[in-house]
């Protein structure tokens, strides 16, 4: 179960997830989360569209 303030946090309307839920996630989910343990940063799109 998730807790609020230990796992996440909300910021305008999203649910941002803290660097120890992603610790207990176990693994690096390439979506370029905010408090990445892993340090992963999503590439940047030079096409200007949406990343496929």
């Given at each position: 179960?998730?807790?609020?303030?230990?796992?996440?946090?909300?910021?305008?309307g999203?649910?941002v997830?803290?660097?120890?839920?992603?610790?207990?996630?176990?693994?690096?989910?390439?979506?370029?989360?905010?408090?990445?343990?892993?340090?992963y940063?999503?590439?940047?799109?030079?096409?200007?569209?949406?990343?496929?």
């Open positions: 179960m998730l807790k609020e303030g230990v796992d996440f946090y909300y910021e305008n999203f649910m997830f803290t660097e120890q839920y992603h610790l207990k996630r176990g693994s690096c989910c390439k979506s370029g989360c905010r408090h990445c343990p892993w340090k940063t999503r590439p940047k799109n030079t096409d200007g569209g949406q990343t496929k």
